[in-house]
């Protein structure tokens, strides 16, 4: 069992969440902390200012900032998995993402792109017992000429147990809260006018169609679940069902981060680990791969 080192001190200075050098482009720079297989920052060069400009919220915690993975569930478990034989149940957002694990760089050579890899000799032994399964789950992250990212999760069943997952990707975008009730989508049923931002932020599930277009104020931003072509996925091929809305209320010293909004890429919603999982057989392979994109300013537009 690999020791599990220390996460990073939530007090400390927020640039110090990167704890490898960007992997870059010329348009694009992304942050990773491959301990938690966490993209940390990205940043997308204005093509009208020549200035690189920070997309993802970097908050007072690593939990709060940039994209956290998922694994191997996004909701809470609801109740004690079959195998666990009275261990507990999972954690909501399972433990890939927090102290419980420790992902290993797999490959570094090319630039633009960095492998990490989670297996169950570097989990904690409460997350093996809660989780006892044996699988091998690897993030791509990658940065493209034009600056866009990409974020492939792979997960592998390499026990004789069949093994359930309903993983996902926790995005916390950067947005003035003050400027949030302009916010415009596509996503069926998301209006951010009718939201109480202050004292009732969403934490809402729509459907995920392939695609969603995300305008901020300052920017927009495009999430798509394509192919290793990079091309879109078929509906019948699609894998993430699910885009929730999330963010915190104003007030509570205890939770200080307002300036972003979540949109979360989840495979399945609430509940359904333990009600409706993805079920892997020996040596079955699941995939899911996001693509990001950033304009600025005016460069796309939403019908309001």
């Known amino acids: 069992m690999t020791e599990l080192a220390p996460g990073p001190n939530p007090d400390a200075d927020r640039k110090n969440f990167d704890r490898l050098p960007p992997i870059e482009s010329p348009n ?19 093509p009208d200012t020549g200035t690189f400009v920070p997309v993802l919220y970097v908050g007072s915690e690593l939990k709060r900032t940039g994209i956290p993975n998922l694994f191997p569930n996004y909701d809470e478990s ?13 954690d909501t957002h399972g433990f890939g993402r927090d102290k419980h694990s420790n992902w290993i760089v797999i490959e570094q050579s090319d630039p633009r792109k960095v492998v990490m890899q989670l297996t169950p000799e570097n989990i904690s032994a409460e997350a093996r017992a809660k989780y006892p399964y044996d699988f091998e789950t690897t993030l791509e992250v990658a940065v493209a000429e034009d600056g866009s990212m990409t974020h492939t999760m792979t997960v592998k ?26 916010i415009k989508t596509d996503i069926e049923g998301f209006d951010a006018e009718t939201i109480d931002w202050d004292n009732d932020p969403p934490d809402t599930e729509y459907d995920f169609y392939g695609k969603a277009v995300i305008a901020m104020p300052d ?22 069902e699910k885009i929730v809305a999330w963010s915190q209320p104003v007030g509570n010293p205890e939770k200080p ?28 392979v699941w995939k899911m791969k996001v693509k990001y994109s950033a304009t600025f300013n005016s460069s796309t537009q939403l019908a309001a």
């Open 28 to 46: 694009g720079k992304i942050g990773v902390d491959p301990q938690r297989g966490h993209v940390t920052s990205w940043e997308v060069k204005n």
């Open 78 to 90: 609801g109740g004690e998995l079959p195998d666990a034989e009275g261990q507990g149940e999972l």
């Open 157 to 182: 069943n390499k026990g004789d147990k069949p093994m359930p997952i309903a993983p996902g990707t926790h995005a916390n975008w950067a947005s003035r809260h003050d400027q949030k009730r302009s």
């Open 219 to 240: 920017k927009t931003i495009t999430i798509e679940e394509i192919n290793e072509d990079g091309s879109p996925k078929e509906p019948d091929e699609r894998v993430v």
């Open 257 to 284: 981060d307002v300036d972003f909004v979540a949109f979360e890429q989840v495979s399945l919603g609430k509940g359904a680990l333990k009600e409706r999982p993805i079920i892997l057989k020996k040596d079955e």
